[in-house]
C-alpha cells in the first residue's frame, strides 16, 4: 500500500512507467493503472451518487509515448466496473473537463492521461468531474481503493469520442477573426498543436513561423514548459525572426500558457498573471485575482493601484489557487481569476476551468484589437515593475521526519524575523514565511521579500528572494545559510 501512495502528486497522480533512464524502476504499469481506473469509477459512484453500470467516462492523452498504453489500461479497468467508456484520442486537459462541463456531452467523469512537462518517461493521469478537478484527498482515496484491488478483466468496448473539435469551436468564438496577424505557436512537440493549425489559421492568421507542432513523445526540440529557460528563449528567438505580432508556448497537455511580444520579450510568471488580470479588469471592478505564494511586490502594487483590483496571495498548487477562488465566489467576492506564476489559469467565467488554451485565446484576440490601434500586447502591462533580481534557492532536508525539520525552521524563522529591525514578517501570508527586507549591500540598502517554505511533495525547504538592489539575493541568501545551517538535516548549499 506505501508504495502506490507514493504516486500521489497533490491533486494528480505521477510515476514512471518506462525504464532506462538514470536507472529508474517502473512504478506505474498497465495493471496498476487498470487498478486506479477501476478505483476512480467506485470513487465517482460515490461522489455522484449514481449506479457504476450507469456512468459514462471519458479518457484523452497527451503525446508521451506511453500515453495509448495506459489508455488501454484504464478503459479496461473502467469496463472491469461496468461503466461506459469513450476515447477522445490526442486531447488537451482543459478539453477533458470541457466534457464534463458542457451540456453537449456532460460526461460524469474524464481521465487526461499526462504528466505535464516531467520527462519522458514518465506519465500520470489527472481526473475530472463536472465540478473541476479532483483535490488531493479525493486522490489520496482512489489510490488507497486501488491499492486494495487484485483482479483486472482483459475485455472491453470503447467508442471514440470527438472532444476536440467542438473544444476548438468554443476557442474560435473566444477569439473572433484574425485577419492581419502573425502569430508563432510553439507547442513542443506536446498536444497542443491543434491551436496553430485548428484554431487560430482558421481564424485568418498566419502561423506559418510556428514550430514543434507535431507531437513526438521524445521531447527531441525543447522541455514543453513556459517556466524553462530553452524553451521560452526558443521561442522569443523565433517571434523575432518571423516578425511576429505575438508568440504563445504551452506545456504538454495545454494547461499552461504564456506568451511572447513582438520584440521577443517573455511575459511569463508575474508578467502572465499581469497580464491574465488586465486582459479582464475593466470587466471586474475591483475583483480579486488569487495566486500563488511567490508572487512579486510589484505585482501586487500593478494589480492594486494600476488595475484597481484586490491580489490575495495564497498557496503553491494550481488546485489550492482555483479552490480558494471559488471559496471567495461562494462568499460573494468577485474573485474572477485564480492564476499560478507557473501558467496555470483559471477564469470564473470559463467554469474555473485551468485551461492555457482559453488564457492564450484571450491574448491573441487582445493582441488584435490594439494592433488595430497602433499597439502591441505587452502595453497592456507596461506599469508593471520587475526587480532587479530573483532567484530560487532549494535546501534539502536529509532527515527522515523531514516534515519536523521543515516545521521548526520555518517557527524558528518567523521568530527571528519578528526580532530584527530589517525584517518584517508579511501578513496575511498562507504558506511558509515570506518576509520583507531592508539589509545593507555594499555601499547601498537592498529591498525586496523572501518566501521560505516546505515543499508540496518533497524533502526540501524552496527559498525564493526578490531584490531591488544588484547583489541584493546573494545578501540574503549569505544571511539564511548561516541562519539553517543550525538545524541539523539541513543540507546547506
Not at 126 to 148: C, M, N, P, Y
Not at 187 to 193: E, P, V, Y
Not at 235 to 258: K, M, N, Y
Not at 384 to 407: H, K, Q
Request: aromatic residues 8%.
Amino acid at each position: 500500500m506505501s508504495d502506490i501512495m507514493k504516486l500521489q502528486n497533490g491533486s494528480d497522480i505521477r510515476g514512471i512507467v518506462l525504464e532506462g533512464v538514470d536507472g529508474e524502476n517502473v512504478n506505474l504499469d498497465a495493471n496498476l493503472a487498470s487498478r486506479i481506473a477501476e478505483a476512480f469509477v467506485h470513487w465517482l459512484s460515490l461522489k455522484i451518487n449514481k449506479n457504476q453500470v450507469c456512468l459514462n467516462i471519458c479518457i484523452g492523452h497527451d503525446s508521451r509515448l506511453s500515453s495509448e498504453t495506459m489508455s488501454e489500461a484504464l478503459k479496461k479497468g473502467i469496463c472491469m466496473m461496468g461503466a461506459r467508456v469513450s476515447d477522445a484520442g490526442l486531447a488537451s486537459t482543459p478539453a477533458m473537463f470541457f466534457a464534463t462541463a458542457s451540456p453537449y456531452w456532460e460526461y460524469d467523469g474524464a481521465i487526461m492521461i499526462t504528466a505535464s512537462h516531467i520527462p519522458y518517461n514518465r506519465n500520470g493521469f489527472k481526473f475530472f468531474t463536472a465540478e473541476g478537478g479532483l483535490d488531493s484527498e479525493d486522490i489520496r482515496q482512489i489510490l488507497v481503493k486501488a491499492g486494495k484491488i487484485n483482479f483486472v478483466g482483459e475485455y472491453y468496448e470503447c467508442e471514440e469520442e470527438y472532444i476536440m473539435p467542438r473544444y476548438e469551436m468554443e476557442l474560435k468564438r473566444t477569439i473572433g477573426k484574425l485577419d492581419d496577424m502573425k502569430i508563432v505557436v510553439d507547442a513542443g512537440n506536446g498536444a497542443g498543436g491543434f491551436f496553430a493549425e485548428r484554431v487560430l489559421e482558421k481564424l485568418g492568421a498566419d502561423v506559418s513561423g510556428s514550430q514543434f507542432l507535431e507531437p513526438d513523445g521524445n521531447f527531441p526540440n525543447h522541455q514543453p514548459n513556459p517556466e524553462n529557460k530553452e524553451a521560452m528563449a526558443s521561442i522569443c528567438a523565433r517571434v523575432v525572426e518571423t516578425g511576429a505580432d505575438l508568440g504563445i508556448i504551452f506545456d504538454t497537455d495545454v494547461d499552461r500558457s504564456a506568451a511572447v511580444s513582438p520584440s521577443g520579450k517573455p511575459i511569463s510568471r508575474n508578467e502572465i498573471v499581469a497580464l491574465a488580470a488586465a486582459l479582464k479588469a475593466s470587466e471586474h471592478p475591483g475583483g480579486t485575482v488569487v495566486t500563488d505564494s511567490i508572487t512579486s511586490n510589484e505585482l501586487t502594487e500593478f494589480l492594486e493601484k494600476e488595475l484597481g483590483l484586490k491580489h490575495y496571495r495564497y498557496k503553491r498548487g494550481y488546485r489550492n489557487v482555483i479552490k480558494k477562488a471559488q471559496e471567495l465566489c461562494a462568499a460573494g467576492e468577485d474573485a474572477f481569476l485564480a492564476i499560478e506564476t507557473s501558467g496555470h489559469a483559471a477564469y470564473s467565467e470559463n467554469s474555473f476551468l485551468d485551461d492555457g488554451a482559453y488564457l492564450a485565446a484571450l491574448i491573441c484576440k487582445a493582441a488584435g484589437e490594439l494592433k488595430k490601434a497602433g499597439k502591441t500586447i505587452d502595453s497592456l502591462i507596461e506599469k508593471l515593475s520587475s526587480p532587479v533580481e530573483s532567484t530560487e534557492i532549494r535546501f534539502s532536508i536529509s532527515a527522515e521526519d523531514f516534515a519536523a525539520v521543515g516545521d521548526e525552521v520555518l517557527a524558528a524563522l518567523e521568530k527571528l524575523a519578528a526580532e530584527k529591525d530589517e525584517l518584517e514578517l508579511v501578513s496575511p501570508n498562507y504558506e511558509g514565511v515570506r518576509v520583507n527586507y531592508a539589509l545593507p549591500c555594499g555601499d547601498k540598502t537592498a529591498r525586496g521579500w523572501f518566501l521560505l517554505r516546505k515543499s508540496l511533495h518533497d524533502p526540501v525547504l524552496p527559498l525564493n528572494i526578490e531584490s531591488d538592489t544588484e547583489g541584493g539575493c546573494e545578501t540574503v541568501a549569505w544571511m539564511l545559510r548561516q541562519f539553517l545551517g543550525q538545524f541539523e538535516g539541513v543540507v546547506i548549499k
